[in-house]
Each structure stands twice: as C-alpha cells, then as structure tokens.
C-alpha cells in the first residue's frame, strides 16, 4: 500500500516568506508527528496529532510554526515570515494508534526547505 | 530530558566485517528503544525495536539487547553486506514521544 508522502520534496523561498508544507499519511494512522531535521542531526519532534487535535506542540520552536489537521488524515505544517534557520528536512510520520512510546512510526521522504 | 548518544561516523567497513555500533540512552524511567534506519534515497524506516529491558530485537540480521544495567541498545550485525551502507539511528521511546541520537553513518566498502 501507499505509504507516507510529503510535497512538496523542496522548496526554496525567500526570508520573509510564508510555506506551507504537505503530509499525506498512511490511511487509517491515527496519529502523525513532524519533526525537523538540521544536517548531521537526528530528527527533532515538532508536533504530535491524535486525529484531529494537537495532542502535543511543545516542539514548535515559536509562534511562527503552526500545523493543522482539519479532518483527521492530511496536515499542513505553516511557517510565518521564514528565516534562514528555518532550512532543514521537515519530516512527517503516521502510526496506527496513540503509543507515542512503542508504536513503530512510518516515515515519509521529507520536504526539504531552504530558506534564502 | 531523554537523551541518546551514538557513536560518530563514518564508520566504513569491509564487506563480511562484524559490526558494532553503541548506543546509551538518559531518561525518566525505562523506554523502549529503536533503530531505525535511513537508507540512500529513502525516507527513515524501522529496523528494529525493544520495549523493555533484556528483550532483544532482531532483523536483516541486525540485533540490538535491550541493557536496563548498562542503559545501553548496541547494534550488532555479523558480517555485513555492501547493501547495509546507510545511516543508522537510535532512538528512545517515552511518553514524550520519540528522541534521536544524532546518527552514524556506515559505509561497507566491496
């Protein structure tokens, strides 16, 4: 089956610019997570969903970053007025239920931003 | 916080070489742990798991033992293969979610 896809795979805008970043998840994963990813780092946890709702957003890094799922399946993650630290690979996963502890989480490709 | 440390890379082998990479977690508790790993061109997937302590998790030949004495989740494999050329990350599961170390990267030369 299809798994998780990300669009756009790169996007390069200027400071100062708003984006918007796609997931698609595997269908039926109730939760999602985005998590960023600088160069020669681990991913980092952005934000959690449990269907519909933020479950967790203490990885957003400041108000600029916001992320939505209005109906449960696809999210938007949005940034406001972007910076050149925004660059990195933004990455989204999907798991079929909520064990944020052991549940194996399936990766999409990434987007990757620059920002110049 | 959690945290995972892993050794740094690259770390480049011969082919049919014996693999070892360590791995030590810090966190609240005991999580379960993962590797997971990033393939050339490909999006991170799952190449093993152990939810708690003494389990072993196991898979393409790769192991990793779940240590509570040692707070450790080494990965070992027997003698790799050209195609396990990858990054490879560990990772600690607890209830704030998923924490990466920072990744090696294995590079097995023919």
Redesign the interface.
């Known amino acids: 089956g299809a798994?998780?896809s990300q669009t756009p795979s790169n996007k390069v805008t200027e400071k100062g610019k708003y984006v918007e970043l796609r997931c698609d998840p595997i269908s039926g994963h109730t939760a999602l997570?985005w998590y960023r990813q600088s160069l020669?780092?681990?991913?980092?946890?952005l934000i959690?969903f449990q269907g519909t709702g933020a479950a967790?957003d203490?990885g957003l890094p400041n108000d600029r970053f916001f992320a939505v799922r209005p109906e449960g399946s696809v999210s938007t993650l949005k940034i406001q007025r972007t910076e050149r630290g925004d660059s990195a690979v933004y990455?989204c996963?999907s798991s079929p239920s909520s064990g944020?502890?052991?549940d194996?989480?399936?990766?999409?490709?990434?987007t990757r931003l620059t920002v110049l | 916080g959690d945290s995972v440390t892993q050794m740094e890379g690259p770390v480049t082998l011969s082919e049919e070489a014996f693999l070892t990479i360590n791995c030590t977690y810090t966190a609240t508790g005991y999580p379960s742990l993962f590797w997971y790993v990033q393939y050339p061109g490909e999006g991170l997937q799952l190449l093993l798991k152990a939810t708690k302590a003494d389990d072993k998790g196991s898979n393409k030949g790769f192991e990793a033992t779940y240590r509570k004495e040692t707070t450790s989740f080494h990965l070992e494999k027997g003698s790799v293969q050209v195609s396990d050329s990858a990054v490879y990350f560990c990772v600690g599961g607890g209830a704030d979610g998923l924490t990466f170390g920072k990744g090696t990267h294995l590079i097995i030369q023919p």
């Open positions: 798994g998780v997570y020669g780092q681990g991913p980092e946890f959690y967790d203490s990455l996963a944020r502890a052991t194996t989480q399936y990766f999409g490709p990434g």
